[in-house]
């Protein structure tokens, strides 16, 4: 499964937001990931889309999320950025061919289908029960417990 470079930054910033007391605007994040601040804002762009962020307008507006960090998986930031299709479509590629099988011999899903279909599935299951809060911890675990302290004090500066 490949995924965009785009879903890597929907979810920084969506862990970021976890520690924001304000909205954040979309330069600041870009500034602290030190990504592109136009092809950032278009990955928030579709986190709004989807309802997993909202923008706000004015002198202190910005991102934020629209729900608790619990309630957002990183399955929804990937199907928010790179769509919800599955990784392998069949084409009935058993249906060609000099030893083709006529079409209505071909009643279920071949093997291959299915065993794509139950990988695909399980990545989505994987991705589906981890949240947003628990990568934020898993943040805290890896850098210690005063990280989000120290991005919320970056944030918060002129």
């Known amino acids: 499964m490949k995924m965009s470079g785009g879903v890597e930054w ?10 924001a007391d304000q909205p954040v605007p979309a330069a600041r994040l870009a500034e602290l990931h ?16 989807a309802g997993l962020v909202a923008s706000v307008q004015g002198h202190a507006g910005g991102y934020r999320l629209t729900r608790p960090a619990e309630q957002i ?10 769509g919800g299709a599955p990784a392998f479509v069949c084409t009935e590629i ?3 061919g000099p030893m083709a099988t006529p079409a209505e011999a071909c009643t279920a899903p071949c093997a291959i289908d299915r065993a794509m279909r ?28 005063g990280v989000f302290t120290g991005i919320r004090g970056w944030l918060a500066a002129p």
């Open 10 to 19: 929907a979810l920084h910033c969506c862990v970021v937001l976890t520690a």
């Open 34 to 49: 030190d990504v592109s601040a136009s092809y950032l804002a278009k990955q928030l762009q579709l986190l709004s889309r």
């Open 73 to 82: 998986t990183v399955l929804d930031i990937v199907e928010a950025v790179d």
């Open 94 to 96: 058993r249906q060609r």
């Open 118 to 145: 139950a990988a695909d599935e399980a990545w989505r299951q994987s991705l589906r029960d981890i949240t947003i809060a628990s990568l934020a911890r898993n943040v805290t675990g890896d850098y210690g417990p």
